[in-house]
């Protein structure tokens, strides 16, 4: 079964203490039918793993809303780029047109249409990688905001972007564009990783706890790897402290917004893949152990990278 486990395939996301304060937020904004919010941070801090495990958690929530989850990609100035990626968010067949104003009326008649079938007056659009978006992009983005809004339907814009859409901000607050801060850049906020030894414990915790597979076993991941030391009261939360200072050391330089959650997570995985052919009663995590696993993250070389 191990070749299947969700941490060999890639296929889970765990419920961190970032993804739990972001949602808040998000949830928030989307309940009082806001405009919208723009998360930025530096690669590798998990805003896209953030971003699809939120729209999950707001389609349970509100069933009565419509969500749309697109990632940007960057594109020559095109008066139609932006309704293409609507369109294709929305599997539309006709995304591949090229005249302007048939995507644009395609976009908010199937907007409209989605939005309809939940008998609700709601579209939240999820943006990935909102920093690759142009000045043009953003234009028509807002035109399809307004004339939903004629329609009845308010729109949300959710977005995670890397930090260069402070300097497009602030390009824009310069050249009077301040429609299109009001609609999608108005609260620019910081995403934030792993930021302290207690975040970091409360992921190991899930590890050992909030973790289940095979489906229906009760077996935690930790559990999965390391059975007869966790029988024996083995728990990765323990090594909080240890792990923590072995990866702020690699990480030496990083952004100010903690560890990256993706080679903090990598880092853990690797311990409980390395440990698996050593498990007994009387298992215990070595200092080595640990800098293995950060090592096999790859962190510094990250950090040291994105120095360069």
């Not at 896209?48 to 958690?57: A, D, V, Y």
């Not at 009845?152 to 607050?173: K, W, Y």
């Amino acid at each position: 079964m191990l070749d299947d486990h969700p941490m060999v395939t890639k296929t889970y996301i765990l419920p961190t203490p970032t993804l739990q304060r972001t949602y808040d937020l998000v949830r928030e904004r989307v309940w009082a039918r806001r405009t919208g919010l723009n998360f930025y941070s530096t690669p590798r801090i998990g805003k896209t793993t953030c971003l699809m495990m939120i729209k999950g958690m707001l389609e349970a929530e509100f069933p009565k809303t419509f969500f749309l989850l697109i990632s940007a990609r960057a594109s020559r100035p095109s008066e139609a780029h932006m309704y293409r990626l609507l369109l294709e968010g929305l599997n539309h067949e006709l995304a591949g047109r090229t005249n302007t104003g048939v995507l644009f009326r395609n976009t908010v008649t199937d907007i409209a249409m989605h939005v309809g079938r939940r008998r609700g007056m709601q579209f939240v659009l999820l943006i990935d990688e909102m920093h690759l978006l142009s000045g043009t992009d953003l234009s028509q983005l807002l035109v399809v905001h307004n004339d939903l809004k004629l329609k009845n339907i308010n729109m949300t814009t959710l977005s995670f972007a890397q930090p260069e859409i402070l300097h497009r901000r602030a390009a824009m607050m310069i050249a009077g564009e301040r429609q299109i801060i009001a609609r999608f850049l108005s609260e620019p906020l910081a995403f934030n990783g792993c930021t302290s030894i207690e975040e970091l414990e409360e992921i190991l915790k899930t590890f050992d706890e909030g973790t289940e597979y095979p489906e229906g076993s009760g077996w935690s991941y930790t559990r999965f790897f390391l059975p007869r030391a966790f029988e024996q009261g083995f728990r990765l939360q323990i090594y909080a402290s240890k792990l923590w200072s072995a990866l702020t050391t690699a990480n030496v330089g990083g952004e100010s917004g903690g560890l990256p959650m993706e080679h903090t997570i990598v880092a853990i995985e690797s311990l409980l893949q390395m440990a698996r052919a050593s498990d007994c009663p009387n298992f215990v995590l070595s200092d080595n152990d640990l800098q293995d696993a950060v090592d096999a993250s790859q962190l510094r070389l990250f950090t040291s990278m994105m120095q360069e």
